[in-house]
């Protein structure tokens, strides 16, 4: 993977942290120290599960090697879709009520579970990274170090300027992974060759 697909692929990952971080910013206003501490849970987070998914697609890997380029293909072509349906969906009054109802409950629980929920994509990439035989200690690291500084700034943006920012970053996002997989499976395929 080149370098210049590992930092798309590291910004897509971290877009679904940024909004969240976003949201989570302007509803709890926090300090420079407290965002830094909650952009690492984040970024070490997201770090953590395309390692998860990347194991278990390094056990599978022997069975699908004939259509591994298909299976990234669709993975990222998943993960993209629904970030795009993320950011496309109306927010309605029942999600913001019930975001203001835990608001009051939200702590390193809550911000773990938020992490966690943002990073699941990541753990499917993973998956695709192994049936494509990357080297995954560089691309974690570096998804992780994204995560952890957008994070860091989407808890600071969050502050200033409210949820609207994480919208369009969770859509360029998914239209970069979807982009990311198409060229993988045309690489594959050998329409591209770089």
Known sequence: MTP???AILSLSMSADAFAAAIGRGAQHRPTVPQALRSGLVFGVIEAITPL??????????GFVAAIDHWIAFGLLGAVGGKMIWEALKPDDGADEEAEDKK????????LVATAVGTSIDAGAVGVGLAL??????????????????LATLGLLIGKAAGTRLGK?????GGVALIALGLK????????LTF
Request: aromatic content about 6%.
């Open 132 to 149: 494509l035989g990357e080297n995954i200690w560089l691309i974690a690291a570096c998804i992780g170090l994204t995560t952890f500084a």
């Open 4 to 6: 210049i697909a590992i």
């Open 52 to 61: 998860i998914g990347f194991a278990l697609g390094v056990a599978a890997a």
């Open 168 to 172: 369009i970053v969770e859509l360029v």
């Open 184 to 191: 993988i499976l045309l690489e594959h395929l050998g329409v």
């Open 103 to 110: 608001a009051a409950s939200r702590g390193l629980i809550a």
